[in-house]
């Protein structure tokens, strides 16, 4: 990326993007000290709009970047953090009805089709649309984390196969976001390496198993950096 062509950036993306961590002592989830996207912001000195907010799919990102288009929002870069929420599963129905077939969020066809309109939105807003890939998710934790709250594991293990078929699946997603960086021709920001080249990444993921800690968060801060410069 070249950051001097970029002062300005809006972010569209979902908690990852927003900074959110798990606070395992008060149960509850809150804002990262240090959100790597603003890390980026102050380091670089460019004015962002973080437009990212919890629980996010491709879909509600698409209907909100009309809505802040539509009342003028522009900016010299749209970067684009999906996929976490997409891929995910509506856990209780699974354990409710383990033999029957269940759907991501967003089934893989739909998230790149909505991933292609957001880029050309941004395109066509005058917007350099920037990418990011999936930081992987630590299966066992996430496993052990959506069983809570009275579903059951034996039911989700049944339809699942394997825990570690939930990395597998959330890995695709990031797949998707390179081909569709490389074919669209966009940036693509990988902070899915910053992980995997850690010899253990554990400590800096949540007790949920999917969202960084706050190192975890400074992580993919200094990683997009070091990638720009």
Known sequence: MNAKKIRSAVVWGDSLARGVV??????????APHPAAELVAQELGIEMTNRSRMGMTTTQGMQMMEKDLA??????????EFGGNDCDFDWKAISEAPEQEHLPHTPAEQYEKNMRHMIDRAKQAGMEPILVNLPPVNAERYFRFLSKGGLSQSNI??????????????????????????????????????????????????HDGIHPTAEGQELIGRAILAEIS
């Open 71 to 80: 009342k003028g929002l522009h900016a010299d870069a749209a970067v684009l």
């Open 22 to 31: 798990f606070d395992e002592k008060r149960g509850r989830y809150s804002i």
């Open 157 to 206: 293990l049944r339809w699942l196969g394997e825990t570690f078929q939930i990395y597998r699946y959330q890995e695709r997603y990031s797949m998707l976001v390179t081909r569709i960086a490389q074919e669209c021709g966009c940036r693509l920001l990988d902070i899915r390496s910053a992980f995997l080249n850690l010899w253990n990444a554990a400590p800096f993921f949540c």
